[in-house]
């Protein structure tokens, strides 16, 4: 009823302005979202004790070596995601598109892994986050497909 009092290029403008906003705050969620992950990384490497929530829950308390070694090359993989996101919108360091898809197949994977892991305590939290990177991701990459 009220689209009918607002002129239809005046809705028109409204709508590619709240686009163009949605999109402008892409890559600084994208990369938000993906330093707090490192933070948890970094965290798991130095030794807290949530290891019921990462790495399919197997670990009650600190993660052993094994573990933190897998964390840490974690927070390369999340380094390479963000940059390839931040890059497929245009931004530093300019990578080829294509590491943008693969970030969004490796989304995939983690929110797959991330809901179906035995780990309640996991998926209660990376469930959701993983969820929402992939959003992001793919948000991103289908901005300029």
Excluded: K
Excluded at 31 to 54: D, E, H, K, N
Excluded at 100 to 129: H, Y
Excluded at 137 to 145: C, W
């Amino acid at each position: 009823m009220y689209r009918l009092l607002i002129p239809e290029q005046l809705l028109r403008h409204t709508e590619t302005a709240l686009n163009a906003l949605m999109m402008s705050l892409i890559g600084p969620i994208y990369a938000v979202l993906i330093v707090g992950v490192i933070c948890f990384q970094i965290a798991l490497i130095c030794g807290a004790p949530w290891g019921r929530m990462t790495q399919g829950g197997q670990h009650d308390g600190p993660l052993p070596q094994s573990g933190r070694i897998i964390a840490a090359f974690s927070i390369f993989l999340l380094l390479f995601m963000a940059l390839s996101i931040l890059s497929a919108l245009g931004n530093w360091p300019h990578w080829p598109r294509w590491t943008g898809w693969v970030t969004v197949v490796v989304s995939v994977l983690s929110a797959i892994l991330n809901w179906i892991t035995p780990s309640r305590p996991e998926r209660l939290l990376w469930g959701p986050i993983t969820t929402v990177l992939l959003v992001l991701a793919a948000g991103a990459m289908m901005r300029g497909a």
